[in-house]
């Protein structure tokens, strides 16, 4: 009879021939390159001059016949000279709380994006700029970038009024999802700080919290921000948002090789909140905890 060890080890070696197998699969038969990738970036809703928050993850399993930044190219070239590219660029993978809870100081500069392989590359890349704010940073390239990110780190609240978020939805942006499920939806939060006042419970904690941060110029600073609190993120349903969505045909998608791509206009998403909150709907548990 075997022990836990040789079980193990033997499922290790299993899995390992099953990624290897799948590796060869996606090589022959479902690979593509950036001339597919830009095909399905437009034939899901992406036109040049659009203004594109990007949610990523890339993997060889993926299919793309290249490196990130070469998928990076070719979604900047779907969005012309007069596009602009938008990516979260989060310096934590924990919740802001926990993260905040540490005291760590956000170096604008040099604090390296949480949020995958991509985003960092986009972090890196020669005329990229990225906002103060040390919760929630945003990423932007264009010629926009500037208008995106000024002032982030004056918004007490991370995702609200004056943040990149509000400013991408004032000029009819879209948020692409390439590899990731639409549960990595930030803008999210931005919706929850629209409905905030239907809430018995606060969606954030009763005092900000002051985090030491060093802006691009090098120069220190305190920047002031509320969290989201830990009963908000309890009673947060994501799923019941994203089912109300695609009952609606708001969230529209694409394969491409082994590669999916969602896509949402912003507008449209508000509308339907507004909709959905206008009925009693909210993405929360709303009951009471005894």
């Known amino acids: ?36 990738l830009v095909r399905a970036l437009r034939a899901v809703g992406i036109e040049p001059g659009d203004s594109v928050m990007l949610h ?39 919740s802001t709380l926990d993260y905040l809870s540490k005291n760590k100081c956000f170096d604008v500069r040099r604090t390296p994006s949480a949020m995958g392989l991509v985003s960092e590359f986009f972090r890196r890349r020669k005329g990229v700029v990225r906002s103060g704010h040390p919760t929630h940073p945003i ?36 948020v692409a999802f390439f590899n990731v499920p639409f549960g ?27 985090v030491p941060v060093i802006d691009r110029n090098g120069d220190r600073h305190t920047v002031r921000t509320y969290a989201f609190s830990r009963e908000a993120i309890r009673r947060r349903r994501f799923e019941v948002l994203e089912t ?32 959905m909150t206008a009925k009693g709907v909210y993405f929360y548990d709303m009951k009471a905890v005894c």
Request: glycine share 8%.
């Open 184 to 210: 990595y939806f930030t803008f999210f939060h931005y919706l929850e700080h629209a409905v905030r006042e239907n809430f018995e419970f606060p969606l954030y904690t009763e005092q900000p919290f002051d």
């Open 139 to 174: 990423l932007a390239y264009g010629p926009r970038a500037e208008w995106f990110i000024e002032g982030h780190e004056r918004c007490l609240y991370p995702c609200g009024p004056g943040t990149p978020f509000e400013r991408l939805l004032q000029v009819g942006g879209k």
């Open 244 to 275: 109300n969505l695609r009952s609606r045909g708001l969230i529209r998608e694409k394969r491409v090789g082994a590669s999916r791509l969602l896509l949402v206009d912003l507008r449209e998403i508000v509308s339907a909140v507004e909709d």
């Open 56 to 94: 990523s993850a890339f993997e060889p399993h993926h299919g793309f016949r290249g490196l990130s930044e070469d998928a990076i190219d070719a979604i900047l070239g779907a969005l012309g000279p007069q596009g602009n590219l938008l990516m979260v660029s989060l310096p934590y993978s924990t």
């Open 1 to 36: 009879m075997w022990d836990s060890s040789r079980l193990r080890s033997a499922k290790n070696r299993l899995q390992a021939v099953h990624r290897r197998t799948r590796r060869i699969a996606v090589r022959f038969f479902l690979s593509y390159g950036s001339a597919e």
